[in-house]
């Protein structure tokens, strides 16, 4: 079966640092996304993963280990404008999302 | 990045009725499209995949009675939603997907569609 998990809420402040988590379980693995959603919208693509390791763009990054089914979205210098969901989603042939992680940030 | 649509952006209709909601690449052939629903607060749930030219494969727990997906051509899918109830009321994502390519981003996803069920 298909699980991935996250949580489903967190809070950070204006300018610090954030970490969000997944961990996955799925019969077959082709790449991790995360995905950005603000309420109302469609997601949109923030990161891609296939190799074990770190992928930094920008303010954000994105880490995967294979071996352990682990995950994490990294946001620093946190804005206002980044309060929203955060999807974790694996793809083995299709693309199943998390329940996906609501940030809230405080000024 | 290739480019999907969906129309309409949002629709409200009378319990009972059916609604049909399209979605199109427009910059590329999509020999593969997916729908996806998504209830407030919650993530998006994979409903349905349709390959050009064949029946979707349905979900788990979604009645392909109800939820009739059409994919005639390279750059066109439909959902039309039968019988549309208050429960049904949602937002309806698709997502398209090329042949031929490995990039991370073969998977380009709609702005969605807004049904709500009166």
């Known amino acids: 079966g298909q699980n991935i998990d996250q949580p489903t809420e967190m809070t950070a402040t204006e300018g610090a640092i954030v970490q969000i988590n997944c961990t996955y379980q799925?019969?077959?693995?082709?790449?991790l996304f995360w995905y950005q959603q603000h309420a109302g919208e469609a997601p949109t693509f923030l990161s891609y993963?296939?190799?074990?390791g770190l992928e930094e763009k920008g303010r954000f990054s994105s880490f995967l280990s294979r071996s352990k089914g682990y995950s994490y979205l990294l946001l620093k210098e946190l804005q206002m404008k980044d309060s929203a969901s955060y999807l974790c989603?694996?793809?083995?042939?299709?693309?199943?999302f998390g329940k996906g992680t609501r940030l809230h940030i405080l000024p | 990045g290739a480019v999907v649509s969906q129309h309409p952006s949002w629709v409200i209709c009378k319990s009972g009725t059916s609604v049909k909601i399209e979605c199109r690449s427009l910059d590329f052939q999509a020999t593969t499209m997916f729908w996806y629903r998504q209830f407030p607060k919650q993530s998006l749930m994979l409903m349905a995949t349709?390959?050009?030219?064949?029946?979707?494969?349905?979900e788990q727990g979604v009645e392909k009675d109800k939820f009739l997906i059409n994919h005639a051509s390279l750059t066109l899918s439909t959902l039309t939603v039968t019988s549309a109830h208050p429960e049904d009321s949602s937002f309806y994502i698709c997502?398209?997907?090329?042949?031929?390519?490995?990039?991370?981003?073969?998977?380009?996803f709609g702005p969605g569609t807004r049904l709500t069920v009166l």
């Open positions: 997502s398209a997907r090329g042949s031929g390519t490995h990039a991370y981003n073969e998977q380009f």
């Open positions: 989603a694996v793809r083995d042939d299709k693309i199943i």
């Open positions: 993963n296939v190799l074990d």
């Open positions: 349709s390959n050009e030219g064949s029946k979707a494969t349905y």
């Open positions: 799925t019969s077959g693995f082709n790449g």
